[in-house]
């Protein structure tokens, strides 16, 4: 760290512009994480049959007015077959079976269009906001009785209302600054530079990306502006309040002449923690037995 701070005093400039660009690094690792993980991520693997290996992909988020694909990918060894049980999530209704049949399956995610041929069941879209379908998946080998791909263990899908991409895109843009603003603001701590307006820059920030693009995406999503504490559960919402507390307490901690590294430091360690929990864990989900929402208008 010694050998560091001495570079950074002979060649400042160079260091900053290094820290900026491996601050950058580090938040699209995050994003990454972020995407790949998650209840909303497609469910995707690989399930051993008698008749070979068959690929699997699930998806468990989808958009008002579209079908839920769910797939096994081509190629499917001759003579597996499967069909889905299904209800809405939180209601009474009893389970429904769909036969899983062969043809071409189109579906878009994050505004990447994606066509895959297989062996696949399409389930009908719900029209409530945070609506949820619950099912197993159970492929037939033709050598003894049919398995589920996940065990007793259901699969759930969300739906959700469409997001305008404008609103997503500056959301997304907010919170990547945000992120990537706290985490150089936390390298600057550490090797001793000026950070205290880094921190006003993180705060700002994360307020425009998490507490007003936020709500407004998820307004438009699910008809609520705020589903974590004290409304709800939703982790997304909860774990950046956390990191606000933190990096409001960064700023108190140096305020005037007071300069408190540490507070920044731990901060800094608070947002990538935040950044490693999935997203949407929680989240809004519609009830059909009240007619009514957690974290959502319905």
Partial sequence: MSKLKEFAVRKPKLTSALLWVLSAVITIGCFMYQDKTGPTYPLEGELDTASGAVNFKFLRSETIGTDLKIMLLDPVPDGVTGYVLYKRYKSDDDWAEMPMEAGEFEFSRRGRTEIVNGVGAELPFLPERAGKYEFLVYVDDGYGDPVSVTGEKPIYARYKAEVPMTVLFFHILAIFLSMTIAIRTTFAALIEEKFKGLIKA??????????????????????????????????????????????????????????????VLLAGFATLLVYFIPHSIFGSEYDYRSGTGHGTAG
């Fill in 202 to 263: 993180t705060i700002v920030s994360l307020i425009v990306g998490a507490f007003i693009l936020g709500p407004l995406v998820q307004w438009y999503a699910f008809g609520v502006w705020w589903s974590g504490i004290p409304f709800g559960y939703d982790w997304t919402d909860n774990k950046v309040v956390l990191e606000m507390v933190f990096w409001l307490w960064a700023a108190y901690a140096n305020r005037g002449e007071l300069q408190n590294r540490k507070s």
